[in-house]
């Protein structure tokens, strides 16, 4: 299998977008907390995790199908390509897996959090916590393209009670909250993979 740095290599060929390449980071961020608290392997759901947009700049009337056989030649393997397909409802491809439901259920949800953090006035994600999350969910003109009932269901189909995810994906996301430019400064300048020592 490819490594998490041939998978950072293909998001920074395909992706251009800060925004996007974070929006991955934040999910692959998640998928490895999940992977650890469930036994799973951690760099193959990480690896979804951060591949799992990687054509959507690049292809976006076709994403996420456009990238599948790309992934397949450069050797990723079909578990992680399979999930990736199965993230986005539009192409049919039913969740089965501990691994695809994970993916669903972290994806849009990770927008939501960040969201939250860009609205302190420090943009600071490490001060973020479960109850000011809770409170901008209420409200559904914030991050109205978070649709709230499909981060629900995609949780309890993954089988986490909501509030038991949202901890998860965030205390995930802080602990790369530099990577994702949310550590309350700017980001030090610079080419180096985001987490690529974990």
């Known amino acids: 299998m490819p490594t998490r740095a041939d998978a950072w290599a293909t998001v920074c060929a395909y992706t251009p977008s800060e925004s996007l390449r974070r929006h991955m980071l934040a999910v692959e961020a998640a ?7 469930r036994g799973e392997d951690e760099t193959a759901w990480g690896c979804a995790g951060l591949l799992h947009d990687f054509d959507y700049e690049r ?4 994403h996420p199908a456009a990238g599948d056989p ?10 992680i390509r399979r999930a990736i397909q199965s993230h986005a409802d539009f192409t049919g491809v039913p969740r089965v897996t501990p691994m695809e439901h994970a993916l669903h259920a972290c994806d849009d949800v990770t927008g939501l959090i960040v969201a939250v953090a860009l609205v ?6 490490r001060k973020v916590d ?6 901008k969910w209420k409200n559904h003109a914030f991050a109205a393209g978070v649709d709230r009932d499909e981060v629900a269901a995609a949780a309890a189909a993954f089988g986490v009670p909501l509030d038991d995810h949202l901890q ?3 205390e995930a996301m802080q602990a790369v909250a ?10 030090a300048a610079g080419g180096d993979a985001p987490g690529a020592d974990g």
């Open 168 to 170: 998860t994906v965030l």
């Open 31 to 37: 998928m490895r907390a999940y992977a650890r608290l």
């Open 59 to 62: 292809f976006p009337d076709a």
């Open 120 to 125: 302190r006035p420090d943009r600071d994600l």
């Open 70 to 79: 790309i992934l397949a030649e450069l050797g990723w393997p079909e578990p």
């Open 130 to 135: 479960l109850k000011s999350i809770r409170k």
């Open 178 to 187: 530099a990577d994702l430019g949310l550590a309350g400064a700017a980001p």
